[in-house]
């Protein structure tokens, strides 16, 4: 394609080469429609799409929410009532989701598969395009009155309740009110989530008339990715899309003022209040940028903000984070406290969590004062090249979260793209970056002004102090009720009814045959093989053991130096955890904490350590025997990147790291261990499936044993036992450990390009020498019950353990319960083990669903076979009958040999399973796999072997498979975690052991 070529009325506006992502970025608009266009095109196999809408809010009945969730179940094409979920079963999805932003909608998809990206597309286009939008749905999925068996009325629906947790959620209260304070007047004073009270106030009407209004193609943009070529995409948006219109629609004006409302700088808020709360407050300053000022240069604004918060306020050793946490004011910065730039106004939140409410205008003060004093003083040299390098690796370091790179691209494109800028104005952020490098260079006061600028001089800003209260939570109740009863006078009770009924029975109807099978559907011929053997080289260097992988990295090299821990004794291996924490956060011999800390960030892109250990499949226990040094070993791994060009730089700290951590500043290790206590007690409620799974597993093997002690609830135990044995006391055993640790032995592990793997290999032999780094060392003799022994729990003993049908209960706080047990399943390298592997993702998503979440309540629900530790694990997620589900699981696992297997569902299984085998991995992940595979015994030719296997499975497979589990004797730990109310006597006697924890 040429610019100025017109492709099915589609004009190519402009074509350019976006550096930092190895594409060509083709812009175009479809002259007629307005439809618009922009293609990152390259090499990459995994294609994403994405529809973008502006929906500008012009009040808080959140239509834009409402109508995200509605467009999603059911259009012209495909008239189910969940085609969402549907596809999301049967598809080989790499990213499937939409998103409802401030003043934007947007509907992504991403595949590794051509046809199946098609699909999705196709999906997806009919559903924004030409929704059904069905009375029925909206009943469903924006508020609705419901009356439960005593006939008590009350408001329902599927955003009306989403949106109602999030206003009982202290922190989003807090982020809104800084939000309003600095909006009002403005687009962004309306919550486009949807207010809970204002809501219902939305109507199916008003709701079809927003999807007429801005789902037009005139208000469309249309992000692509990959390698698809362009012109199938318009052929595919141009049959599906624009010739299926019967009008294109305007483009939404995006404007952000509504009318002119004078700034409030102080205000005083409150927010949803906790039973037991010490009420403390959140006091954030926030800081607005114009639009008028914004649209100047949207690219360079943006970066700009984004900058001056990772200097400022980015890191611990940060100068307003640092002043913040040593006055003393509050618990933690703010976690409001960042910029959001994806809005025409900018806003910037800064301040702190945790402040009473009176020392709250100290904390305004404290901001204030330092930032002055950077100005006054200039921003020192490590502090700005802490923040540089920051900005430096997140630019070159391609990562996955939960989904694609790609995701990162079609944000930063949207980003100036929505409000009329080019496709790639926001996209070209490392040229951004050079240009702000240069000023900073060129005139040395141009970082302070900046801050004089956004913060000190800007006359927009507000200070929000919100503070946590029972009347709030209570006064919230009483206008809840009152909507309530408005909503029932606006009707009648049969009219209410009625309405209810017609839901119920549009959600109940059994989906005709020829509907249900009308999501197209990736056909298990279709599916390749994919062949994800990864090259790992390995050699020696001086007696230690080097391993390299070479990957595409952009740049950066990821080192991994492996430090076997099981050359301890097992009474160390408790402190393990928390050693690790401490190596790199304690200083060294004259070097104090966080001096050492800001010279790992002005260097490197991180450094970390950490313990590792997996057990090995039972094919490769000969190997293990065969190679004793390296495969089947616990680890402690330090782990580092930085760029390439920093990497003499960076061994010479890892260097200094080794040989100088000595554990001299108990005050910080005390420091430390508090903070890691807290961390971890905060994560058992929201982690809790994973604790239970951790501690169901712990006596099943020695590694069951250790990630258990490592990461389980007994490591939660070992912190408060150290807490209470002193800084002093975990110091010595802290020097003893390391010198121990060093004595062992170690081996490397590169994955960087072909230059940074050369670059490091010339410097490896004297890092190594001045690291006085040694070859491995045997492991040591120890017996698998002295680490069984270790995860032993104190509590109250119950049923004994033959008549025990829980063998734990674990008291957490809360409201609900999480459920794990496990069952024996066939080992790794074995056909059956693909067959377990479908058989348990059947049964998640068929039979296990439908009891443990329709019938049970629970809110999730998982079984999954782990052929590698040989067990397959069931649990369940926020789960109101904890106890119920697990004899629900056991009754369930009796009969299974007889249940029915329904073919379709089948190969939507193994296509759900290739799926979860072959999800794309990023360079630093494909490395950190090489490594893992050699050091536990893994092939890539078993894993090709295991893929032929699942590509073959048929329903007579999985009833074998249903057989073996029918018959597998009940072995694995039964464990449940749940809250004080769901336990009874009845229970009590059932239980083995109740376990207090010591929160
Ligand atoms: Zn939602």
Same mark, same amino acid.
């Given at each position: ?10 004009? #190519? ?5 976006i550096?930092g ?9 479809h002259?007629e ?6 293609h990152?095109v ?10 973008a ?10 239509a834009a929410?409402?109508?995200?969730h ?7 094409k ?13 598809s080989?999805?790499? %990213? ?13 998809? &991403?595949?590794?598969?051509k ?6 597309m196709?999906?997806?286009a009919d559903a924004? @395009? ?8 909206f009943?469903?999925e ?7 068996e ?5 408001l ?11 206003y &009982?959620s202290f ?5 809104? !009110?800084?939000?309003s304070s600095l ?6 004073e309306y919550?486009?989530?949807g207010?809970?009270?204002v809501?219902?106030?939305l ?21 692509l990715?990959?390698?698809?070529? $362009?012109?199938?995409?318009?052929? @595919?948006?141009? !049959? ?7 009008s294109?629609?305007k483009?939404?004006v ?11 700088? @102080?205000?005083e ?7 037991n709360?010490d009420?403390k ?19 360079r604004?943006s970066?700009e ?12 050793? *940060?100068?307003?984070?640092k002043?913040?946490?040593?006055s ?13 730039v ?9 301040g702190?969590?945790?402040?009473q409410k009176e020392?709250?205008p100290?904390?305004r003060?404290l ?11 200039g ?12 900005f430096e ?11 694609? %790179? ?29 240009r ?11 970082? =302070?002004s ?7 001089d800007n006359p927009?800003w507000?200070?929000v102090v ?6 709030w ?10 909507l309530?009863k ?6 009648t009770?049969?009219?209410?009814k ?20 009308c999501?197209?559907?990736l ?5 390749k ?6 090259d ?7 007696g ?7 990957e595409?990295t952009n ?6 130096i492996?430090?076997p ?6 009474s ?8 690790? !924490? ?5 200083g ?10 800001l010279k ?9 350590f ?8 039972e094919c490769s226990?000969q190997?293990?025997? +065969?190679?004793p040094?390296t495969?089947?070993r ?5 782990r ?6 920093y990497a ?6 890892v260097?200094?790291?080794i040989?100088r951590?000595d ?7 005390k420091?430390?261990?508090?903070a #890691?206590y807290?961390?971890a007690?905060?994560?058992i409620v ?8 951790m501690r169901?597993?712990? $006596?099943?093997?020695?590694?069951g044993?250790?990630? +258990?002690?490592?990461?389980g609830?007994?490591?939660?135990f ?23 640790i060093?004595?062992g032995?170690?081996l490397?592990?590169i ?19 001045r ?7 045997k ?19 119950c ?5 025990a049908?829980?063998d734990? #209960?674990?008291?957490?706080?809360? =409201?609900?319960?999480y459920?794990?047990t ?5 080992p790794?390298? $074995? ?10 993702h059947?049964l ?7 009891k443990?979440? =329709? ?18 694990k069931?649990?369940? %997620?926020?789960?109101p009958k ?8 056991r ?8 249940k029915?297997i329904?073919? #379709? ?15 794309p991995?990023s360079? *630093? ?10 050091? %536990?015994?893994f092939?890539g030719?078993?894993k090709?072997?295991?893929? !032929?296997?699942?590509?073959?499975i048929t329903p007579?497979?999985?009833?074998n498979?249903?057989?073996r589990? +029918?018959?597998?004797?009940r072995?694995?730990?039964?464990v449940?975690?749940?809250s004080?109310?769901?336990?009874s006597?009845k ?9 207090t924890?010591?929160?």
């Open positions: 394609m040429k610019k100025g070529e017109v492709y099915k009325g589609f004009e #190519v506006i402009d074509i350019k080469k550096p992502c190895a594409s060509k970025g083709v812009y175009l608009i002259k429609s307005g439809l618009e266009v922009f990152l390259n090499k990459d196999p995994e294609n994403l799409f994405a529809f809408f502006n929906t500008p809010s012009k009040d808080s009945t959140g929410h409402v109508l995200e509605s467009v999603l179940c059911g259009s012209k495909y008239p189910l009532k969940d085609p969402f979920l549907q596809l999301a079963n049967q080989i999805n790499t %990213y499937l989701n939409a998103y409802t932003a401030s003043d934007r909608t947007v509907f992504p998809a &991403s595949s590794p598969e046809s199946d990206y098609f699909n999705l196709s999906v997806y924004v @395009f030409f929704p059904l939008l069905k009375e029925e749905i009943s469903q924006c508020c609705r009155v419901e009356y439960d005593k006939n008590t009325p009350s329902q629906g599927v955003v009306y309740n989403e949106m109602k947790g999030v &009982s922190d989003s209260v807090v982020s809104s !009110e800084d939000e909006s009002r007047g403005t687009i962004y919550d486009s989530g207010n809970p009270f809501i219902p106030t109507t199916h009407k008003a709701l079809k008339a927003f999807h007429k209004k801005y789902y037009c193609t005139s208000n469309c943009r249309v992000f990715y990959g390698n698809i070529p $362009t012109e199938e995409q318009l052929d @595919f948006l141009y !049959e599906n899309v624009i010739a299926r219109c019967r294109y629609g483009p939404a995006m404007k952000s003022v509504i009318r002119k409302t004078p700034a409030e700088h @102080f205000v808020a409150y927010g949803p209040c906790e039973e709360s009420k407050s959140v006091s954030n300053i926030n800081w607005k940028i114009s639009e008028e000022d914004f649209r100047k240069d949207i690219s604004i970066l903000v984004m900058f001056l918060s990772d200097l400022l306020w980015g890191d611990d050793c *940060a100068p307003v984070t002043a913040l946490l040593e003393g004011l509050g618990d933690d910065i703010s976690h409001q406290s960042g910029v959001d994806n809005r025409l106004e900018p806003v910037i939140t800064l702190m969590c945790g402040v020392k709250a100290e904390v003060k901001i204030l004062k330092v930032l002055e004093d950077v100005c006054r003083n921003i020192s040299k490590g502090d700005y090249e802490r923040a540089v390098m920051g690796v997140a630019n070159r370091e391609v990562l996955r979260f939960n989904g694609p %790179y790609s995701l990162v691209l079609m944000r930063r494109s949207l980003r100036g793209w929505c409000y009329g800028e080019k496709p790639w104005t926001t996209l070209m952020f490392a040229d951004e970056f050079d702000l490098k240069k000023r900073a260079a060129a005139d040395k006061n141009y970082i =302070t900046l801050i004089k600028k956004y913060f000190l927009d507000s200070f919100t503070t946590p209260s029972l009347e939570n209570s006064n919230r109740d009483s206008i809840e009720k009152k309530l408005e909503r029932i006078a606006q009707s009770v049969p009219e209410l009625a309405e209810l009924k017609k839901m119920y029975d549009f959600q109940n109807a059994p989906v005709p045959e020829k509907a249900r099978n999501i197209p559907h056909k298990v011929s279709s599916l093989k994919i062949d994800d053997r990864i790992t080289k390995h050699t020696l260097v001086d230690i053991p080097l391993f390299t992988n070479e595409n740049g950066i090299t990821y080192a991994d492996w430090f821990a099981d050359v301890l004794k097992s160390y291996y408790p402190y393990l955890p928390l050693f690790c !924490e401490c190596i790199v956060q304690c060294w011999k004259d070097v104090d904490w966080n001096d050492a800390l790992i960030q002005r260097t490197m892109g991180s450094l970390s950490t313990t590792k250990a997996s057990a090995v499949p226990s190997l293990a025997r +065969e190679e040094l495969v089947g616990e680890w402690l791994c330090m580092f990147k930085f760029l390439s060009e003499a730089q960076s061994f010479e700290i260097k200094d790291c040989c951590t554990f001299s500043d108990t005050e910080r290790i420091t430390i261990i508090n #890691v807290a961390n007690a905060s994560s929201s982690g809790a499936h994973v604790y239970a799974a169901s597993s712990c $006596t099943d093997s020695r590694n044993a250790v990630n +258990e002690i490592w990461q609830i007994t490591q939660v070992t912190l408060k036992k150290i807490m209470k044995e002193g800084e002093a006391g975990v110091a010595k055993k802290f020097r003893k450990i390391f010198s121990a060093k004595k032995g170690c490397i592990h994955t960087s390009d072909s230059d940074g793997l050369e670059s490091v290999k010339k410097l490896l032999p004297s890092f190594i020498k690291s006085a780094l040694v070859p491995l060392k492991k040591r003799n120890i017996k698998d019950g002295k680490f069984y022994k270790l995860t032993e729990l104190p509590g109250k003993n049923a004994g353990s033959e008549t049908l829980y734990e #209960v674990v008291i957490i706080p809360g =409201t609900v319960g459920a794990s496990n069952i024996k399943c066939s790794y390298d $074995t056909k059956e083990a693909m067959e377990d592997c479908v058989l348990t059947y998640e998503t068929t039979d296990l669903w439908k443990i979440r =329709t019938e049970g309540g629970a809110y999730g629900v998982f079984f999954s076979a782990n052929s590698i530790s040989g067990y397959s069931f649990g369940t %997620y926020r789960d904890p106890f119920l589900s697990i004899d629900t699981f009754k369930y696992l009796e009969e299974i040999g007889s029915e329904d073919a #379709v569902d089948v190969e939507k299984s193994i296509t759900g399973t290739y799926s979860a085998e072959i999800e991995k360079p *630093a992940t494909r490395g950190m796999t090489g490594i893992f595979r050699e050091l %536990y015994g092939s030719e078993q090709l072997r295991r893929l !032929e296997w699942l590509l073959k007579e497979d999985l009833r498979a249903a057989l589990f +029918e018959a597998a004797p072995k694995g730990k039964t449940v975690f749940t004080k109310t769901l336990l006597d229970i009590e006697k059932k239980s083995g052991k109740i376990i924890l010591p929160l």
